[in-house]
């Protein structure tokens, strides 16, 4: 089956995209050596040229001839919010809801994978939290990574998305799942009071690592979680500077310093908190190579990486993910998932521009 042509159903789109940047550090957790930027921007841009009811009558067109992967490329032809647009004229056309349709069309992996593409960022983050504490047991990682990667907006509303499909505060929630330092370092994300700017308080850089240093010292008379929870709100250039602080005065890297003071799933968010404070992109590149190395694949944790950082930075995963293991992205899937569902992976790593 030949790929689907977008190019005849919307045109071509605009292609003076610019993405942001950020500065990539070269010299470990401290951020103080050598830099290199590199654009951060996503792979799935807002298509110009959109047509929902074109877009929802080819859709519907390749899911009756049984074309699994078009109706993929249909979907990633646009943004998120231009893909939540199909709904109304696949239903007013078809009396069919998008969704279901799918669905039934499709199974295993291809279908987690197309489900969260139809939801919302905030449905599917909260989605993805509920199963991250729903049965026995709990996921810690997937906590970390969904609370310490999200934005104050983005965490608000995945707060209140959380509420409305549970009936049950996320704060109760996480609460009556976690204990201890976690519980608590997660409490302090969970107030979305992080600073998203990009300026260093300079005057404060030497004054947050000596406090951070000096909980350590348990009769100093510091709260160490008191002190650490500065990690969780503070933006990355002024944590990178305590960190380099703190290296000068230990000669201790801050990672090499959490893995001695902390222990269990409080040492792991710190650390987490540490790589994204250094670089998104780089601490997202790293979960695609846990959920890849070994034995099988975590799908799950592949396609909700893949999907949810689409519109954001998912170009400077790619670039990262290349830089630390000597293969590209798009090889990986390759060599990782097989058929439409490896077909369907590359698509939104390849992105629309066209």
Known sequence: MPPVNLTQIFGHPSSNHKGSRYAQSRGGHSGMTQTEEIPVHGTIHFNPSFDEVAVAEAIE????????????QLLVSGNNAQRQMIRTPYKTRFGKDLEDDMKKALSG???????????????????????????????????????????NEELEA??????????????????????????????VMLQCKR?????????????????????????????????WRLLAMANGPHLQRVFADMQNVTGKPVD?????????????????????????????ANQIHLATKGMGTNDKDLIRILVSRSETDLAAIAEEYRRANGKTLQQLITDECKGEYRDALLAIVKGNRM
């Open 158 to 187: 995945a707060k209140n998305t959380f509420y409305m499909n549970y009936k049950k505060t996320l704060e109760d929630a996480i609460g009556g799942d976690t204990s201890g330092d976690f519980k608590k370092l997660l409490t």
């Open 256 to 284: 090499k310093i959490i893995e001695k003071e902390f222990s269990g799933d409080a040492r792991s968010l710190l650390n987490a908190l540490v790589t994204i404070a250094q670089s998104k992109p780089k601490y997202f």
């Open 195 to 227: 600073d998203e700017t990009s300026n260093v308080e300079f005057y404060r850089v030497s004054q947050d690592a000596e406090n951070l240093l000096k909980s350590l010292d348990k009769n100093s008379g510091v709260d160490k979680i008191e002190a």
């Open 61 to 72: 067109r390749s899911l009756r001839n049984k074309e699994k992967l078009r109706a993929v």
């Open 109 to 151: 992996d291809l279908e987690e994978f197309v489900v969260a593409l139809l939801q919302t960022q905030s449905k599917y983050d909260a989605v993805e939290l509920h199963r991250a504490m729903k049965g026995l047991g709990t996921n810690e990682k997937n906590l970390i990574e969904l609370l310490a990667t999200r934005t």
